[in-house]
């Protein structure tokens, strides 16, 4: 069972407006959640993270919003430029795990100019 | 920066042979990952390690084995490869065993099996 969930597997957005990526969790145990970013052929590079005992985290024009009730974190890049194009991953560590991430199956950005 | 690297960028191997992908950090981390990546399937976990000589399954071990014999570096291996092992495989590290660290990964190795 998935306790990691970005339901839209793509999103286009234009340049310039915003982008808001979605996840959701089942486990009330995580504690720490993160976003990376994948372009084709290489890593997924670490992007933001957010810890349970805040509900916002924001770095230039990366934020992410956590609403612990609804289980729900979003990643809203404004504005969203071409260079965002790439795929991104949800991730979420359990509270007293062994550094284990647990990530959804990606969300597939495509910015147009 | 942290780096991490990976043997090999992309690999072509044949059915039934035994495959060695490695992976070395720079930065002393303690815990060590191995991913592969599939289309419509994201990350998944294959086996990770947090102490050298140490290691746990991660979600989809089977057909897998790994080697951590020292800190920086940790294999994974592909007994006898497959065509359904065919994939991007990705190693990732970081710094201690609880809850809050970020892991940074390698480039990937992406892994045809004939």
């Known amino acids: 069972d998935q306790q990691v969930k970005q339901n839209s597997p793509s999103l286009s957005v234009q340049e310039g407006r915003i982008s808001i990526l979605n996840c959701d969790y089942t486990?009330?145990?995580?504690?720490?959640f993160l976003w990376y970013k994948k372009y084709p052929a290489e890593g997924p590079t670490f992007l933001i993270s957010?810890?349970?005992?805040?509900d916002k985290n924001e770095d230039g024009r990366f934020t992410v919003f956590l609403n612990k009730s609804a289980k729900h974190l979003s990643l809203h890049i404004v504005p969203s430029q071409p260079g965002d194009s790439a795929v991104y991953f949800c991730?979420?560590?359990?509270?007293?795990?062994?550094?284990?991430?647990?990530f959804g199956k990606g969300t597939k950005l495509s910015v147009k100019p | 920066d942290v780096k991490v690297t990976q043997s090999s960028r992309y690999l072509v191997k044949r059915t039934g042979e035994k495959v060695f992908l490695e992976c070395v950090q720079d930065?002393?981390?303690?815990?060590m990952f191995w991913y592969r990546q599939d289309p419509g399937l994201g990350l998944r976990l294959i086996y990770f390690?947090?102490?050298?000589?140490?290691?746990e399954k991660g979600d989809i071990p089977e057909g897998y084995s790994v080697s951590r014999e020292k800190k920086e570096r940790f294999s994974l291996i592909l007994e006898s490869a497959s065509t359904n092992q065919t994939s991007m495989y990705l190693c990732?590290?970081?710094?201690?065993?609880?809850?809050?660290?970020?892991?940074?990964f390698g480039p990937g190795t992406r892994l045809t099996v004939l």
């Open positions: 486990n009330s145990m995580f504690d720490y």
């Open positions: 390690s947090y102490d050298v000589k140490m290691k």
């Open positions: 957010i810890s349970s005992i805040k």
């Open positions: 990732a590290s970081s710094s201690s065993g609880f809850s809050t660290d970020t892991q940074y």
């Open positions: 991730a979420a560590s359990p509270s007293k795990g062994k550094g284990n991430l647990i």
């Open positions: 930065m002393d981390h303690e815990n």
